[in-house]
């Protein structure tokens, strides 16, 4: 059972290109988490989504930043006109649906290390 | 304001003692605590997981305790490997409405052979 799936793996862009990381959840988990780690710092939540919803999305900056996750295919954190600040290691987790219950467990994938020139 | 605290960035210990990773937390709202490994170049790994319901769990090696009362959790090693050498990541999560966790900064444990 493959586990969550990141690509790219490292992502390099310029000021003001635009980033697209994408995300496959395991195999029958239904969420999906985005997360971004700065240097010397703990994840820090940005959205969480289910099938073509935005459960929460407190945690995405209000611009340039958007988040998917399509009927079908992964799910994809898109990133417009990146800056410096933007370079950081962008992590997403996946979580099963649970009948009767909500799972206590993400499994996160290897991340995406996006550096911004 | 940070409401997962991890206060000591790193931590060394002799192979085969106790390891103790400790984590403070602020807000009453979290249901559960987890504890996540990570290697470097590599995503966290799931570890142990409490309920704020309970006040210890244990799985094999690792064994997490819970005081409510002084808002905090500790992971407990033992016995310590070489391979347990990784930065550790105590979050919780939410009680109710949105699943994401908040994590702490991480403490760096190297168990030396």
């Known amino acids: 059972n493959a586990g969550v799936m990141q690509n790219p793996r490292h992502l390099v862009r310029r000021r003001g290109q635009e980033a697209r990381l994408r995300c496959s959840p395991m195999?029958?988990?239904?969420?999906v988490y985005w997360y971004r780690q700065l240097p010397e710092e703990g994840l820090k939540f940005m959205v969480y989504?289910?099938?073509?919803?935005?459960?929460?999305e407190s945690g995405m900056p209000k611009e340039r930043f958007s988040a998917e996750f399509p009927k079908e295919g992964p799910s994809i954190l898109r990133i417009q006109q990146v800056v410096r600040g933007d370079s950081a290691a962008y992590f997403c987790?996946?979580?099963?649906?649970?009948?009767?219950?909500?799972?206590?467990?993400?499994?996160f994938g290897p991340g995406t290390r996006l550096t911004v020139l | 304001d940070q409401q997962v605290k991890q206060n000591s960035p790193s931590l060394s210990v002799q192979e085969g003692r106790i390891s103790i990773l400790n984590c403070d937390y602020t807000?009453?709202?979290?249901?559960?605590f987890l504890w996540y490994k990570k290697y470097p170049a590599e995503g966290p790994t799931f570890l142990i997981s409490?309920?704020?319901?309970?006040d210890k769990n244990e799985d094999g090696r690792f064994t997490v305790f819970l005081n409510k009362s002084a808002k905090h959790l500790s992971l407990h090693i033992v016995p310590s490997q070489p391979g347990d050498s990784a930065v550790y990541f105590c979050?919780?999560?939410?009680?109710?409405?949105?699943?994401?966790?908040?994590f702490g900064k991480g403490t760096k444990l190297t168990v030396n052979p």
């Open positions: 409490i309920s704020s319901i309970k």
């Open positions: 989504l289910q099938k073509e919803n935005i459960i929460d």
């Open positions: 987790a996946s979580s099963p649906l649970l009948a009767g219950a909500r799972s206590n467990r993400q499994f």
């Open positions: 979050a919780a999560r939410y009680k109710g409405g949105s699943e994401k966790l908040v």
């Open positions: 195999k029958g988990h239904s969420h």
């Open positions: 807000n009453s709202m979290f249901d559960y």
